[in-house]
């Protein structure tokens, strides 16, 4: 049953492909409606053997061309996906390679040992790179304890192995051992292989410490060999993502780095040129040395190669990889800021690739597949979630994702109301987010000013505003524009607010204070309260004094919040709604961007009931955002 069409399509990639002048006709079936039968015929009947085998090929890549989805003829037309590698990425990490027992053997060295100081039985295979082309003979039934139970429904082995193991096409004896016949070669890909390296002493390697000092990195510098490894050891049905899409990958502020840089023909990362020797804590932040972990510039970086990236506008999504201590925060702070309709997906794993029950490379495959889907478009096709993390399966909302234990299915929601808005399996959603976001987010990137008002500590001692650029002449976020605001504590009962503590508050806040402006033209405070959103009077005073001081103060509840700390345009602060301390830190940063730092009074112990006005202006544009983003 063929459509014309298709028939035109088959005919015209036959010719194409075989160079021989085919005869396709297609005839209408009288007896079945519009369908279509094809027929195929050669010129003459005389073509060799070889020739005719050669026509039936091209005639089959022809008709696969025309009969399978575009997605399938050309990878050009596949959807394009961004991915980021960020900082500390448990899903780009491995555990440090040990020596196998084969290369301990061969080299005469102390036998391979778990963790009870037994000797291990088995090696573990790495996936690595074949040198050279190798034939390799599998035995028959192998891959099943079960298939030869099943023998008859198998076909026949490719040939057998002698006692000698010499291979003979056909039986040679009644020991012989039937085989598939397998010739590997290095454009195949990664393999799984003993690892059979040494330390530079000869010893074996145990950790990722070497024989002389430093050490070897087990992250990955971007995503690109992830990707390779889910290809090639993940099953069928979900290993196939350059079937699913294309992929660019890029090093934001990636896991790792080139110590030694790297010639630009082997960058494997959407990067241009030669990359220059790298730093760690630098250049790549991975978990554990070197003071490694980002500092707050770094957010700057990672904002202005998510928007370049995304604002090119040839990217279905974009998928962010970073450490599960952190990714919560990132995926909201680029929920807010990059001006996309593009689907961002956070990502991140508790368990290293290669372990047992790694939960890496399946949350990369929902993510991909989650973004393929569409599922997260509405009927104009805009994006209708925001950015989600994806964990377990499940798609969280950005805003209200929180890491609450260091395992998988450690990720759950805050704030009580919603969050959990869908399933990787399909996928489908069952919730939407009705906060602001992306091309509607009032702090997105390409409505932050180029300057605002921050605050200084002038000669006198006193707190002044100051100009900040948030900018630079280029267009791009500066890192040292990035905000920096502390979260204190102040749920009252127990901690001395009365009596000759009393002024413990005023003590908390001000030197909260003194860090932050101290790093940073940009000052926030996020004030931890008791359910309730309640202050003691004294605390209210000390946060007062930091709103007389320029610096917008969030309320919100501690802990586990599970209700809302509603507006209340009469005071001085910002009332969090249901966000816990860590997000309502992020949405406050990204307002001081927006909206800078508050008018601050000539005399801040004395305000006038204008100046008062002044900063309750202010403070209406920061409570419009946490209201409604």
């Known amino acids: 049953m063929w459509s014309p069409r298709l028939v035109r399509k088959i005919a015209q990639a036959a010719r194409l492909l075989g160079g021989w002048e085919f005869i396709v006709a297609a005839s209408v079936n009288p007896g079945r409606g519009d369908g279509r039968t094809l027929a195929v015929t050669s010129p003459s009947p005389d073509q060799s053997r070889q020739s005719r085998r050669i026509r039936r090929t091209l005639l089959v890549a022809a008709i ?3 009969i399978l989805p575009p997605a399938f003829a050309r990878a050009a037309d596949l959807p394009a996906i961004a991915v980021f590698a960020g900082p500390t990425a448990t899903i780009l990490n491995t555990d440090p390679a040990r020596t196998s027992q084969k290369a301990r053997d061969q080299h005469g060295l102390p036998p391979l040992v778990d963790w009870f100081g037994r000797r291990v039985a088995q090696d573990t295979l790495y996936p690595q790179r074949l040198a050279a082309p190798v034939t390799v003979y599998v035995e028959q039934f192998s891959a099943h304890p079960l298939e030869r139970d099943a023998a008859a429904l198998f076909a026949a082995p490719d040939g057998y192995l002698d006692a000698k193991n010499v291979f003979h096409r056909d039986r040679s004896g009644p020991g012989d051992r039937a085989v598939y016949e397998i010739v590997l070669r290095p454009e195949d890909g990664l393999y799984p292989l003993p690892y059979m390296a040494r330390r530079a002493d000869g010893s074996a390697w145990e950790g990722a410490e070497g024989s002389g000092g430093g050490f070897r990195q087990t992250l990955f510098p971007d995503a690109s060999r992830l990707f390779e490894e889910i290809e090639r050891m993940g099953s069928v049905l979900n290993g196939n993502l350059s079937g699913r899409a294309r992929f660019s990958f890029f090093r934001a502020a990636p896991p790792a780095g080139y110590l030694q840089g790297l010639p630009a023909a082997q960058r494997t ?28 510039a770094v957010l700057a970086q990672i904002t202005n190669a998510v928007e370049e990236t995304l604002a090119a506008g040839n990217f279905r999504g974009a998928l962010w ?8 925060d ?37 993510a991909v597949d989650l973004i393929l889907s569409d599922v997260w478009r509405d009927t104009a096709g805009h994006n209708r979630t925001g950015a989600v993390l994806v964990e377990d399966q499940q798609v969280f909302a950005a805003r209200e994702v929180v890491k609450t234990a260091a395992r998988p299915g450690g990720f759950a929601t805050t704030g009580g109301h919603g969050g959990l808005i869908g399933s990787t399996i399909g996928p489908t959603l069952t919730f939407l987010p009705t906060r602001r976001f992306g091309h ?3 702090v997105r990137f390409t409505q932050l000013p ?47 607010t009365t009596g000759p503590n009393a002024k413990a508050a005023q003590r908390l806040v001000q030197d909260a204070l003194a860090r932050c402006v101290a790093d940073s033209p940009l000052v926030g405070l996020v004030a931890e309260s008791v359910q309730g959103g309640h202050f003691d009077q004294v605390e209210v005073e000390a946060l007062n004094q930091a709103a007389l001081q320029g610096v917008p103060v969030v309320k919100v509840f501690r802990g586990a919040n599970a209700g809302f700390v509603y507006p209340d345009p009469g005071n001085l602060f910002i009332e969090g709604s249901n966000l816990n301390s860590s997000k309502a830190r992020v949405l406050l940063m990204a307002c001081l961007l927006r909206y800078g730092s508050l008018p601050i009074p000539l005399d801040a112990k004395q305000p006038t009931p204008a100046e008062l006005e002044k900063i309750r202006a202010q403070l209406a544009l920061y409570q419009a955002v946490f209201d409604t983003h």
């Open 330 to 366: 990132t995926v909201y702070w680029l929920n807010l800021v990059i001006d996309t309709d593009r689907l961002i997906v956070g990502a991140a794993a508790q368990r290293p690739n290669h372990r047992l029950s790694a939960d890496g490379p399946q949350t990369v495959v929902d």
């Open 440 to 442: 509607a987010s009032e």
């Open 450 to 496: 180029d300057h605002v008002a921050g605050v200084l500590i002038n000669g006198e001692g006193r707190w002044a505003n100051q100009s900040v650029a948030v900018k630079d002449p280029g267009g791009k976020l500066r890192g040292e524009a990035i905000p920096q605001v502390e979260a204190v504590d102040l749920s009252d009962w127990m901690t001395g």
């Open 64 to 66: 696969t061309a025309a």
């Open 321 to 328: 990889l970073e450490g599960s201590p952190r990714v919560e």
């Open 269 to 296: 990362d959407a990067g241009v040129g030669a990359i220059p020797a790298e730093k760690a804590g630098a250049d790549f932040y991975p978990y554990g040395y070197a003071n490694s972990y980002p500092p707050r």
